[in-house]
């Protein structure tokens, strides 16, 4: 057993000590990974379904850790979004989609996750304004992918934000659609151009029948809304053959491709399709 007290109290503060220190030491590394292009983006294709054509690709952060390899976002951008430095490290993700997709050698869409922090800050419209025409990128090709959990709060102030988005031809997709429990009814105020399926739903369609028909009820709903439907993390063929089958056009997932280096993205769309 350990000592009652004064004993146990000081054990206790050393850890939230520790505990503290090692927070403000993870910022300040996140802080130098912003500034010394320690992060990367990494690409992962989206297919139409009925022809496998790619038809654009999700940008997906990685930070490059000098001592720890390479971390996923779940890792990192929650501190980043604590810390405030989603702001600039959303920027710097948004910058380099923009100027990646500008020199593909295919006229495809660059999707590009937005954190609700970044669409309430004041400077984000002008980022994306000056993102576009330093890279002679037109608007149409860039989308912006925003969680449904992300529509819940300020509900005003995130559609006059969406809205203003929208008027530089960019295009826009609620992204992990499904999990956030914002009411349907509000969708159809939202200037959004593709829902996204979230993996969650995907994952349970060959072996639960209610997954699947929450996930024929959301394509059904985006086609009413005239939305495009993306399903995200199709794994198997049979996914994808039920997914084709229930009418979603659009697909994403390890089955077909994993996020990917710019470079060898560039590689697989310069490639002369197989005969
Ligand atoms: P997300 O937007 O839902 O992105 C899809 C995630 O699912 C990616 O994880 C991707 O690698 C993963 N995925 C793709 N296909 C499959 C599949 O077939 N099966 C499974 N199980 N997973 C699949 P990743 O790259 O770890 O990103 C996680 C989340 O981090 C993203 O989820 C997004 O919310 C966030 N994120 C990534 N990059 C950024 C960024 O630049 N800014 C912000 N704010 N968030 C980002
Ligand atoms: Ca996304
Ligand atoms: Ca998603
Ligand atoms: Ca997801």
């Known amino acids: 057993a350990k000592d009652a007290g004064r004993g146990t109290w000081r054990a206790y503060g050393r850890e939230m000590d520790q505990r503290l220190h090692e927070r403000l030491r993870r910022e300040e590394e996140l802080r130098v990974a912003i500034a010394e292009q320690q992060l990367e983006v990494h690409y992962q294709p989206r297919y139409l379904s009925q022809s496998m054509q790619i038809i654009g690709a999700e940008a997906l952060v990685?930070?490059?850790?000098?001592?720890?390899?390479?971390?996923?976002?779940e890792q990192f951008?929650?501190?980043?979004?604590?810390?405030?430095l989603i702001i600039p490290l959303g920027r710097w993700v948004l910058h380099q989609a923009c100027q990646q997709a500008a020199s593909w050698p295919v006229e495809m869409t660059v999707s590009v996750n937005l954190s609700p922090l970044q669409l309430h800050d004041d400077r984000l419209l002008d980022e994306i304004a000056r993102a576009l025409r330093e890279n002679g990128l037109p608007g149409e090709r860039l989308e912006l992918e925003v969680t449904e959990s992300a529509l819940l709060q300020e509900t005003q102030s995130t559609l006059d934000a969406?809205?203003?988005?929208?008027?530089?031809?960019?295009?826009?997709?609620?992204?992990?659609?499904?999990?956030?429990?914002?009411?349907?009814?509000?969708?159809?105020?939202?200037?959004?151009?593709?829902i996204k399926i979230d993996n969650s739903?995907?994952?349970?369609?060959?072996?639960?029948?209610?997954?699947h028909s929450i996930v024929r009820a959301l394509i059904e709903l985006g086609r009413g809304l005239q939305m495009r439907v993306t399903?995200?993390?199709?794994?198997?063929?049979?996914?994808?053959?039920?997914?084709?089958?229930?009418?979603?056009?659009?697909?994403?997932?390890?089955?077909?491709?994993?996020?990917?280096?710019?470079?060898?993205?560039?590689?697989?769309?310069?490639?002369?399709?197989?005969?």
């Open 77 to 84: 951008i929650p501190l980043a979004e604590e810390a405030g």
């Open 201 to 211: 739903f995907v994952a349970g369609i060959e072996q639960s029948t209610e997954d």
């Open 162 to 194: 969406l809205k203003r988005i929208k008027a530089l031809g960019v295009h826009l997709a609620v992204d992990d659609f499904g999990t956030g429990y914002s009411s349907l009814t509000n969708l159809r105020h939202y200037p959004f151009d593709v």
């Open 62 to 73: 990685r930070w490059h850790h000098p001592t720890q390899g390479m971390l996923l976002p």
């Open 231 to 275: 399903a995200e993390g199709v794994e198997t063929e049979e996914q994808l053959r039920l997914l084709t089958d229930d009418g979603c056009t659009e697909v994403q997932g390890f089955h077909m491709s994993l996020p990917m280096p710019a470079e060898e993205l560039r590689r697989l769309l310069a490639r002369p399709t197989d005969i």
